[in-house]
């Protein structure tokens, strides 16, 4: 075996073990969401970034921004804010200074919901986090997961 191969081989494995972190994560807390809430992972994590907007300059996110942040397609997003729309949590409305941007702003309803249900996320993510720290191949990610504080500067 050569060494690019025992090399790649490590990456393959690393990969593996981030991947499966992401699915165990993700599938407890999209348990956990959708019966205390009704709500997916995804409109969680729409609402969460949507709530930090503000009214200032550069304070709101066009939907390819917001499609970065929910790690969607375009597309996906623009359902997905459908979705959420026709439930009353969003709202939409044409950019003053550009009428070709689009803003989505939560409503007070989404707010409410996003606050109802951040308690139950968190308690997902902790859980899904201590039952990954158990398996020996997640244990390193479990605690870089741990470590990080806060978003990555830009």
Known sequence: MTATHVAATGLVHGWYALSLLHGRIEA??????QSGHD????????????????????????MNQVADAVVLSQSATTRLVTRLEDRGLLTRYLCVTDRRGIYTDVTEAGLALLAAA?????????????????????????DAVETLDGPAAS
Do not use: F, N
């Not at 407890?28 to 969401?33: G, N, P, S, T, W």
């Not at 907007?53 to 066009?62: A, I, K, V």
């Open 28 to 33: 407890h807390i999209e348990r956990a969401l």
């Open 39 to 62: 709500l997916s992972v995804r409109e969680y994590s729409l609402l969460d970034v949507l709530s930090h907007q503000h009214g200032g300059e550069g304070g709101h996110l066009r």
């Open 118 to 142: 951040r308690p139950t996320h968190d308690a997902a993510l902790r859980e899904a986090l201590d039952r990954a720290s158990q398996d020996p191949r997640l244990t390193p990610l479990v």
